[in-house]
């Protein structure tokens, strides 16, 4: 853009306004935006409006330094005043943000004003051998201007910590052409092109100082508010995954989103080129993070309020049956269920992994029986292809949500299980065996015993799940109120976990059986193995569940009398 024009949208849209907020007591009250109001998006979910007052957080003065970086900032100014050079060495974006937050951050990347960062990385090396170091190798990632990723960018460990090197940018588009020609920029050119004011902040190694080229980086830091340093649509159109991004830290921090920001992000335009531009794995990688952040649900929610849900956590092709227009509601309510039960029952029972598979398995519970012909034609969970293919998570997270989804219709019938003293019809059927008649005390531990060897270490995941699906307080698209039976729900969840606990059935799916496939063989007189062998197997497991103290002496003399048995009535 160029300067009188950048000025000109400067004033219009960031003009001097008093300090945006005043105390009285302990209690801030923001002054009303001297820009031009625009009409507020509706949003889906009362408990996480984008137009909420923002989270004051302090911002420190100045950035103090760990013992660790500055004994990386030092050997890099080493580099530089030994070849000479006259290059003005600057961390950008995140770590300056955090750090003048309080917080820690290890991910550190550096702008060069005059050399491309392959160069500087190679100028290290060249320093290193000189004083008698060990060279480190050195990583380029190329450009992808067709995937909105621009610059080069290099990557060597220095006092082992990866640091990133990447040039200050600009750039000017051809006529006809989206996609632009770069050239080394000043400091003041890269920050406009930043994603976010609260990221454009630079931290100049050579003079020890905080940067606020914009001009709004601290302001928006210290008021709490997530705008983009050119006209949000020009910024998305360059890179749409900044609308995720500027929803992921938004909700991470507890700031708010700018009008002309949520418009922005809304635009149809913006939309189709963060589904077509955009990578489905760079997509997915700021869905994981927001997933993994302290606020998923408000992310989540934030996402859905943009009409950008279904862009993110694309469907595949004609899904049996159609998805419902307001599936999205649905489930950011199932999400913020889950999430509510999650702090309401103490989130240490889970480790993080089984946490953020916990929030997909409930985002997506809703379309847990949409299926779709994949390229086999072979009918597929519609959430297996949210999650392969339009998040290109790994194939490990799919399987386990639609295990999950498969084992919450069996928990549901474990709480009816569980809170009557009669044992329904349908588990004595699936438990039916003519080799192996189960006491009816044991029942429970068998068929629950079978259900977590299904779904092994995610089992509280699963049974977390499956509280949403309570036929008392099933959450439907004209009922999406989560605080009615939260209760119910942790009351539901506890006395199940209790009772598997009390069961001893914790880690049964590490149970080993008393006897292998060659001994039942043995048992069983049986010269070949075949599907005989896997059928006595599962009897097995159930019998040992049954009797779960018994030795291997009474497992051969049951399988023989049981083998008998049949032989008699035979005959």
Same mark, same amino acid.
């Given at each position: 853009?160029?300067?009188?024009?950048?000025?000109?949208?400067?004033?219009?849209?960031?003009?001097?306004?008093?300090?945006?907020?005043?105390?009285?007591?302990?209690?801030?009250?923001?002054?009303?935006?001297?820009?031009?109001?625009?009409?507020?998006?509706?949003?889906?979910?009362?408990?996480?409006?984008?137009?909420?007052?923002?989270?004051?957080?302090?911002?420190?003065?100045?950035?103090e330094l760990s013992a660790k970086e500055d004994q990386i900032f030092t050997r890099l100014l080493d580099v530089v005043r030994h070849f000479g050079l006259e290059t003005q060495l600057r961390v950008a974006g995140g770590w300056v943000r955090d750090k003048l937050l309080g917080k820690e951050c290890y991910d550190i990347d550096i702008a060069l004003d005059n050399m491309l960062g392959k160069d500087f990385c190679e100028k290290v090396n060249e320093y290193l051998k000189s004083v008698g170091e060990q060279e480190?190798?050195?990583?380029?990632?190329?450009?992808?201007?067709?995937?909105?990723?621009?610059?080069?960018?290099?990557?060597?460990?220095?006092?082992?910590?990866?640091?990133?090197?990447?040039?200050?940018?600009?750039?000017?588009?051809?006529?006809?052409?989206?996609?632009?020609?770069?050239?080394?920029?000043?400091?003041?050119?890269?920050?406009?092109?930043?994603?976010?004011?609260?990221?454009?902040?630079?931290?100049?190694?050579?003079?020890?100082?905080?940067?606020?080229?914009?001009?709004?980086?601290?302001?928006?830091?210290?008021?709490?508010?997530?705008?983009?340093?050119?006209?949000?649509?020009?910024?998305?159109?360059?890179?749409? *995954?900044?609308?995720?991004?500027?929803?992921?830290?938004?909700? =991470?921090?507890?700031?708010? +989103?700018?009008?002309? !920001? $949520? /418009? @922005?992000?809304?635009?149809?335009?913006?939309?189709?080129?963060?589904?077509?531009?955009?990578?489905?794995?760079?997509?997915?990688?700021?869905?994981?993070?927001?997933?993994?952040?302290?606020?998923?649900?408000?992310?989540?929610?934030?996402?859905?309020?943009?009409?950008?849900?279904?862009?993110?956590?694309?469907?595949?092709?004609?899904?049996?049956?159609?998805?419902?227009?307001?599936?999205?509601?649905?489930?950011?309510?199932?999400?913020?269920?889950?999430?509510?039960?999650?702090?309401?029952?103490?989130?240490?029972?889970?480790?993080?992994?089984?946490?953020? *598979?916990?929030?997909?398995?409930?985002?997506?519970?809703?379309? =847990?029986?949409?299926?779709? +012909?994949?390229?086999? !034609? $072979? /009918? @597929?969970?519609?959430?297996?292809?949210?999650?392969?293919?339009?998040?290109?998570?790994?194939?490990?997270?799919?399987?386990?949500?639609?295990?999950?989804?498969?084992?919450?219709?069996?928990?549901?019938?474990?709480?009816?299980?569980?809170?009557?003293?009669?044992?329904?019809?349908?588990?004595?059927?699936?438990?039916?065996?003519?080799?192996?008649?189960?006491?009816?005390?044991?029942?429970?531990?068998?068929?629950?015993?079978?259900?977590?060897?299904?779904?092994?270490?995610?089992?509280?995941?699963?049974?977390?799940?499956?509280?949403?699906?309570?036929?008392? *307080?099933?959450?439907?698209?004209?009922?999406?109120?989560?605080?009615?039976?939260?209760?119910?729900?942790?009351?539901?969840?506890?006395? @199940?976990?209790?009772?598997i606990t009390q069961l001893g059935l914790d880690g049964v799916w590490k149970t080993k059986l008393l006897l292998d496939g060659k001994a039942i063989m043995g048992v069983l007189q049986l010269k070949s193995g075949g599907p005989t062998i896997g059928q006595w197997q599962q009897r097995l497991i159930k019998w040992q569940l049954a009797?779960?103290?018994?030795?291997?002496?009474?497992?051969?003399?049951?399988?023989?009398?049981?083998?008998?048995?049949?032989?008699?009535?035979?005959?």
């Amino acid at each position: 853009m160029p300067p009188l024009l950048l000025n000109a949208w400067r004033l219009l849209h960031f003009p001097p306004f008093p300090k945006p907020y005043f105390f009285s007591s302990s209690i801030p009250f923001r002054l009303t935006s001297l820009r031009r109001p625009i009409k507020t998006l509706r949003f889906t979910s009362s408990r996480f409006p984008m137009d909420a007052p923002p989270l004051v957080l302090p911002v420190k003065e100045r950035i103090e330094l760990s013992a660790k970086e500055d004994q990386i900032f030092t050997r890099l100014l080493d580099v530089v005043r030994h070849f000479g050079l006259e290059t003005q060495l600057r961390v950008a974006g995140g770590w300056v943000r955090d750090k003048l937050l309080g917080k820690e951050c290890y991910d550190i990347d550096i702008a060069l004003d005059n050399m491309l960062g392959k160069d500087f990385c190679e100028k290290v090396n060249e320093y290193l051998k000189s004083v008698g170091e060990q060279e480190q190798g050195i990583g380029v990632i190329q450009c992808n201007p067709d995937q909105s990723k621009h610059l080069e960018t290099a990557r060597m460990r220095i006092y082992d910590t990866w640091i990133d090197f990447v040039n200050l940018r600009s750039e000017t588009y051809a006529e006809n052409s989206r996609i632009p020609t770069m050239k080394f920029g000043t400091a003041e050119e890269d920050a406009y092109r930043r994603d976010l004011t609260i990221n454009s902040l630079f931290f100049n190694i050579n003079s020890s100082s905080v940067e606020d080229l914009t001009g709004r980086g601290l302001k928006d830091l210290k008021s709490g508010l997530i705008v983009t340093p050119l006209p949000p649509k020009a910024t998305f159109m360059d890179d749409p *995954l900044r609308v995720l991004r500027a929803i992921r830290f938004g909700a =991470r921090f507890g700031f708010v +989103l700018a009008e002309e !920001l $949520k /418009e @922005a992000a809304s635009d149809e335009e913006v939309r189709s080129s963060l589904a077509n531009k955009i990578s489905r794995e760079r997509i997915g990688h700021e869905v994981d993070l927001m997933m993994s952040d302290k606020q998923p649900v408000k992310a989540m929610a934030w996402i859905c309020g943009l009409k950008l849900f279904s862009v993110v956590f694309a469907f595949p092709e004609s899904p049996r049956p159609p998805i419902d227009e307001h599936c999205d509601r649905l489930c950011i309510s199932h999400i913020e269920a889950a999430w509510c039960l999650l702090q309401a029952i103490g989130p240490t029972l889970f480790t993080d992994d089984q946490r953020r *598979l916990c929030l997909y398995s409930s985002l997506l519970l809703p379309l =847990r029986c949409t299926t779709y +012909l994949d390229k086999k !034609l $072979k /009918e @597929a969970p519609v959430t297996g292809y949210i999650i392969k293919e339009s998040l290109k998570l790994k194939a490990s997270d799919s399987d386990t949500v639609i295990n999950i989804h498969n084992a919450c219709s069996k928990f549901v019938e474990l709480f009816t299980l569980l809170e009557s003293d009669e044992i329904p019809e349908n588990i004595r059927a699936d438990l039916e065996d003519e080799f192996l008649e189960i006491p009816s005390t044991s029942i429970k531990r068998v068929f629950t015993g079978l259900l977590l060897r299904q779904i092994k270490d995610f089992w509280r995941v699963a049974l977390l799940t499956s509280t949403l699906l309570d036929p008392v *307080l099933h959450l439907t698209n004209d009922n999406l109120d989560i605080t009615e039976g939260l209760d119910r729900r942790r009351e539901m969840f506890l006395r @199940a976990e209790s009772t598997i606990t009390q069961l001893g059935l914790d880690g049964v799916w590490k149970t080993k059986l008393l006897l292998d496939g060659k001994a039942i063989m043995g048992v069983l007189q049986l010269k070949s193995g075949g599907p005989t062998i896997g059928q006595w197997q599962q009897r097995l497991i159930k019998w040992q569940l049954a009797y779960p103290n018994a030795t291997t002496e009474e497992c051969i003399d049951w399988i023989k009398q049981s083998q008998a048995k049949r032989q008699k009535l035979s005959d």
